[in-house]
């Protein structure tokens, strides 16, 4: 998720919930890995072994324009492919050069899911954070590594902000319920992407 994007669900989100059928949707999102499927885009690079070719395996970076240059083939589009997707078109372009290539791509470095992997807490906390997400992490740690909310801050109103197929599900939070009742039912599994918003009480 972009830095714009985040400043738009931050601060111009609706503090209503989503539909409860909405809610259900995006809180059986996967959330135990930082991505379910790994997608290449600008900066990330990639290994690139060609079996039984050393002279054709190469180290390289994601351009700017989302292609990356391969011995003998030159430019091959790679923003957008899963690392499998992309070994299969270099391999199938190389067949016209070598017989039966065995290609295989491995990423060294996630350079362009640097944001896209982070979660955050905004509003009224001591410290609003940006992390990269680990698996296992909660609502509550969340709060916890923000230093807690601030003196105006309406814990029990909190929001948590999920991306779901191209829009942005509000999940209520019940942050207080949690903290001093031991009710746990709203201590949801964070996801990469998420924002956690604390609102200011109305004065």
């Not at 391969?70 to 067949?95: F, K, N, Q, W, Y």
């Not at 991306?163 to 009742?181: F, W």
């Not at 599994?189 to 918003?197: E, F, K, Q, V, Y």
Request: hydrophobic content about 40%.
């Amino acid at each position: 998720m972009s830095l714009t994007a985040v400043t738009f669900i931050a601060g111009c989100a609706s503090n209503s919930p989503s539909s409860n059928e909405k809610i259900q949707q995006a809180l059986k999102l996967e959330t135990t890995n930082s991505v379910d499927q790994y997608i290449l885009g600008p900066t990330d690079v990639v290994r690139v072994s060609v079996w039984r070719n050393e002279d054709l395996s190469i180290s390289v970076p994601v351009r700017p324009d989302g292609k990356i240059s391969v011995p003998l083939i030159g430019d091959v589009h790679a923003t957008g492919e899963t690392p499998e997707g992309l070994s299969s078109s270099i391999e199938s372009r190389l067949a016209a050069f070598i017989r039966e290539p065995q290609v295989s791509v491995v990423v060294t470095s996630m350079g362009s899911h640097e944001f896209i992997d982070r979660v955050r807490v905004t509003g009224a906390v001591l410290s609003p954070v940006s992390v990269q997400h680990r698996t296992g992490m909660t609502v509550l740690d969340m709060f916890l590594s923000a230093g807690g909310g601030n003196e105006f801050a309406e814990t029990n109103k909190a929001m948590l902000y999920r991306p779901m197929n191209g829009e942005v599900v509000a999940i209520p939070v019940r942050l207080d319920d949690i903290l001093t009742k031991g009710d746990i039912a709203t201590n949801y599994p964070m996801r990469p992407g998420d924002i956690l918003a604390v609102p200011e009480r109305s004065f």
